[in-house]
């Protein structure tokens, strides 16, 4: 059996208390993500809030949506915007 206890750091605190309301899936996001990168082109930085959750608490879908929004915005001849700094990880 190991004993060894190990500290948790802020970073690993914050992403146990992370909001998870509206609750949305891994999947669904998946599903969904498209759409939510049209709408932050659009200017639209508010819609989708389970997205947004959902985005704040899991590394893989937020990379995946902030690729694809970088990659749509270059075909839109467009820059992402704040909203990738948030995306991965930086500013709330």
């Given at each position: 059996?190991?004993?060894?206890?190990?500290?948790?750091?802020?970073?690993?605190?914050?992403?146990?208390?992370?909001?998870?309301?509206?609750?949305?899936?891994?999947?669904?996001?998946?599903d969904q993500?498209?759409?939510?990168?049209?709408?932050?082109?659009?200017?639209?930085?508010d819609a989708?809030?389970?997205?947004?959750?959902?985005?704040?608490?899991?590394?893989?879908?937020?990379?995946?949506?902030?690729?694809?929004?970088?990659?749509?915005?270059?075909?839109?001849g467009a820059?992402?915007?704040?909203?990738?700094?948030?995306?991965?990880?930086?500013?709330?």
């Amino acid at each position: 059996m190991n004993n060894t206890h190990r500290s948790l750091d802020p970073e690993v605190i914050g992403r146990l208390l992370v909001e998870t309301e509206p609750w949305l899936s891994c999947d669904d996001c998946f599903d969904q993500v498209d759409g939510y990168v049209e709408q932050l082109l659009a200017g639209h930085l508010d819609a989708m809030p389970a997205m947004r959750v959902h985005l704040g608490g899991c590394p893989a879908c937020a990379e995946e949506a902030a690729t694809l929004l970088t990659l749509a915005a270059a075909d839109a001849g467009a820059e992402p915007g704040p909203e990738l700094g948030w995306l991965l990880g930086g500013e709330h």
